[in-house]
Structures are given as C-alpha cells and as structure tokens.
Nanobody, 127 residues
Framework: QVQLVESGGGLVQAGGSLRLSCKAS????????MGWFRQAPGKEREFVAA????????YDTDSVKGRFTISRDNAKNTVYLQMNSLKPEDTAVYFC????????????????????WGQGTQVTVSS
C-alpha cells in the first residue's frame, strides 16, 4: 500500500511559478512510476506528466510542454512538479499518482493505469 500526500498548491498570478511536491509512504517508492493529473471545475480529469521509476524517462502533455517539469528524488520518496509561466487555464486540483507499470505515453496518460492517488492540492492562477 502506498499513501500519497501532495503539497505546494496555492494562489499565484499569471506568469508566476509553483512547485508541487508529493510525498509517498513506504519503502518501495522507487518501484513506482509517478504521475500528475489535474481536474478543473466542470472538466474531465487531465493527464499532466509522468516519470519512470528511475527518473530517466518523462512524459508531459502538450499544454504544459516547456513550462512544467516533473522530477523525483527516490531517497526522499518524493515527486515534484515544477510549474513555471502559469496561466489561468492551469487552475485545477492537482493529483499525484503512482503506477506499478511503466508504458508508452498513451498508456501513462490513462488514469486507469495508476494504482494509487493522492487527495489533491488546489492550484489557482489569477489573471
């Protein structure tokens, strides 16, 4: 069992930055691929980024390319999402996820591929 706790959300002006963190419980963090999803009010959940077990491979969605970076520190059981040049359309609840398997980007974009989810952290970007 893995428990995920997100932090780092908040209110920021457009153009600003935030860094989300996700702390995982347990000693097997390095065996899980990790991801970030988000859900805005009235919209479907959306894939944001994913990172492989060792961190040598990452995927991200087109809308965040060049602005968001996913990374992980297995010694600290933590995955990060650095978000720069934030836009009002980035406003959403951001969820951290963990998956036993790693696959293609098409696979990792599917929420059903993930085995564990955090409670989410709110990110609000004002214009």
């Amino acid at each position: 069992q893995v428990q995920l706790v997100e932090s780092g959300g908040g209110l920021v002006q457009a153009g600003g930055s935030l860094r989300l963190s996700c702390k995982a419980s347990g000693r097997t963090f390095g065996r899980y691929a990790m991801g970030w999803f988000r859900q805005a009010p009235g919209k479907e959940r959306e894939f944001v980024a994913a990172i492989s077990w060792s961190g040598d491979m990452t995927y991200d969605t087109d809308s965040v390319k060049g602005r968001f970076t996913i990374s992980r520190d297995n010694a600290k059981n933590t995955v990060y999402l650095q978000m720069n040049s934030l836009k009002p359309e980035d406003t959403a609840v951001y969820f951290c996820t963990a998956a036993v398997r790693w696959g293609t980007i098409a696979t990792m974009m599917e929420g059903n591929e993930y085995d564990y989810w955090g409670q989410g952290t709110q990110v609000t970007v004002s214009s």
